[in-house]
RNA sequence: GCUCCUAUCGUCUAGUUGGUCAGGACGCCACUCUCUCAAGGUGGAAACACCGGUUCGAAUCCGGUUGGGAGCGCCA
């Protein structure tokens, strides 16, 4: 049958930090390929190792994953809930002579690096417990002695054939025999990933270039079990500003999903960002929905190189979203980053509108619109334009005034402008806007009517005029 | 030290089979719009790491050098 296997990739984080921006691309690069393909995305959580493993990691995973709206079709599977399986394939390969027990201490093995990289070689484990039969391994065993499992390596060339990188070769002579499991209940790492990654029927391993050393030894296994190899795409890694592999801070933000949003990131602006990180389209567009990328995804036009986390360009994007999101969705957002008192007032929605354009972070509300609310304090010499004086600003706020309250519905925009254009406008508008706003920067003064309304409005012109008058 | 990966503006990148004024975006600068700020518009500065080859012609192909990164765990 030529019929092609359905894509199944999958996300494999270990929960024993907060999901980091790496990760997170990673994430979404395999959404992206299993979506393009009508294929499965799994979210596997890699908790083997148990003191570093926790709880509240795992959930923040969950919780990041589902803020970026990348979606998963099955788990999270967990590793810490499938010992029995890992062991069933323990015993094979242990039965199978592909690993055996290993009882050198980690004193000794330690020792022995350190002496192999100062001779310029590479730390490679001397197969010292290669030869220990597997009964007198078991007598040992049975006597309280501490030992791991090995996986025996043959030394052979392995060619990876890898989706972004093209083909990749490796000397197996030069691993050593690496360890798969600290007992039948521990797996490790390269060994878990590869038995779950064939029980799961794992068809393309997307992750980042830093697993790439681990493929030798992950196919090894494969072998040693005759499972089917899987394909590889490794990512380019994502860098610092000094580019050193992006770890921990990048300015004042952590290189966490949950940093971003704290800082008043918009999800969407992230995965565009990332999107761009390591991807090309092909064609000058920038800006991309979760499902524009779907549709534009291909390995092909993913770089080779590593790319810098640029925070200006998140930036861009950010402000870029921040203008085009829906009011309402944008407003739902902005809630979490504002007094209660913004948020339950019916001047919000109407201030966010007009405030968005101004905003690079969601956090940036709270500051900005802070004049719809409370009308600052300040001195009225403020109120005088450039080339006027306050006496003159008082008198057009006079008439400004007239016309404020006479207008009662609509025209009060036009007739101000009338008058403005008449008397100059920066001699009219200038000290309008400062006397509604307080502020020598703001936006413009029938936004700012139209936000607060026209009592609070004429409220606010009188105050001015008082306070020139003092 | 060893293995692997990698190399176009400051940054993210375009550049399918060699011929482009080396294109776009972010940032930066100028101008413009404008009562201010922001947004917008227009324009500008800004790159093929280096050295050899192959060729009429190389960012592109080949070789080397240098730089950068990752990995080398009883972490993942």
Redo the contacts with the bound molecule.
């Keep these: 049958m030529a019929d092609k296997k359905k894509v199944r990739v999958r996300i494999?984080?270990?929960p024993?930090g907060l999901l980091h921006v790496g990760t997170a691309r990673t994430a979404l690069f395999n959404y992206l390929f299993a979506k393009k393909n009508n294929g499965d995305f799994i979210l596997r959580i890699?908790?083997?190792?148990k003191?570093?493993?926790e709880k509240k990691y795992e959930e923040d995973i969950v919780e990041s994953l589902k803020w970026l709206g990348l979606a998963w079709d099955e788990g999270p599977v967990r590793?810490s809930e499938r010992t029995e399986v890992y062991k069933k394939y323990l015993e094979k390969l242990l039965e199978g002579g592909h690993a055996y027990w290993?009882?050198?201490?980690?004193d000794?093995?330690e020792a022995q690096?350190e002496s192999?990289?100062?001779?310029?070689?590479?730390?490679?484990?001397s197969g010292h417990c290669r030869e220990v039969s597997l009964d007198e391994a078991e007598k040992r065993l049975g006597s309280g002695k501490?030992?791991?499992l090995r996986f025996k390596v043959q030394e052979k060339e392995i060619l990876v054939k890898?989706v972004?990188?093209?083909?990749?070769?490796?000397?197996t002579s030069?691993?050593?025999d690496?360890?798969i499991a600290?007992s039948f209940d521990?797996?490790?790492?390269?060994f878990?990933?590869v038995i779950d990654d064939h029980e799961m029927n794992i068809t393309h391993v997307i992750r980042?270039?830093?697993?790439?050393?681990?493929t030798p030894k992950q196919i090894l296994i494969q072998e040693a079990l005759g499972f089917d190899r899987s394909e590889y795409a490794?990512l380019?890694?994502i860098?610092a500003?000094?580019?050193?592999?992006l770890?921990k801070r990048v300015g004042d933000l952590d290189a966490t999903i949950q940093s971003l949003k704290k800082h008043g990131y918009m999800p969407e602006a992230v995965l565009n960002f990332l999107l761009?990180?390591?991807?090309?389209p092909?064609?000058?567009k920038?800006a991309f929905s979760l499902e524009e990328s779907v549709k534009k995804f291909d390995f092909k036009?993913v770089?080779?190189?590593?790319?810098?986390?640029?925070e200006?360009?998140?930036?861009?994007?950010n402000?870029?979203y921040i203008?085009e999101a829906d009011i309402g969705r944008l407003a739902n957002m902005a809630k979490e980053f504002v007094p209660k008192e913004f948020a339950d007032s019916s001047m919000f929605e109407k201030a966010l509108e007009i405030e968005r354009?101004?905003?690079?972070w969601l956090t940036d509300f709270e500051e900005l619109a802070g004049l719809f609310f409370k009308l600052p304090d300040y001195p009225a010499s403020k109120l005088k334009?450039?080339t006027s004086d306050v006496k003159t600003a008082g008198k057009h706020l006079e008439k400004v005034l007239g016309i404020m309250e006479e207008s009662l519905g609509n025209g009060l925009e036009g007739r101000v402008m009338e008058y403005?254009d008449a008397e100059g406008?920066?001699d009219?508008?200038?000290p309008?806007?400062?006397a509604l706003?307080g502020?020598?920067?703001?936006?413009?003064?029938?936004?700012i009517i139209e936000v607060i309304g026209r009592e609070e409005a004429i409220g606010r012109v009188k105050e001015a005029i008082k306070k020139i008058s003092k």
């Design positions: 494999a984080p270990s024993t890699e908790d083997t190792d003191e570093r493993s590793q290993c009882f050198c201490t980690k000794d093995l690096r192999q990289m100062t001779n310029g070689h590479a730390p490679k484990y501490d030992a791991v890898d972004v990188r093209g083909k990749v070769q490796f000397d030069l691993l050593g690496f360890v600290k521990e797996p490790l790492y390269n878990a990933a980042g270039e830093d697993h790439l050393a681990n490794h380019p890694l860098l500003p000094d580019k050193s592999k770890s761009l990180l390591g991807w090309n092909g064609d000058e920038e036009k770089q080779k190189g590593g790319a810098i986390f640029n200006e360009k998140l930036n861009w994007f402000s870029h203008r354009e101004r905003m690079k334009w450039k403005a406008r920066g009219v508008l200038w309008l806007r400062v706003s502020q020598e920067k703001s936006p413009g003064p029938f936004e």
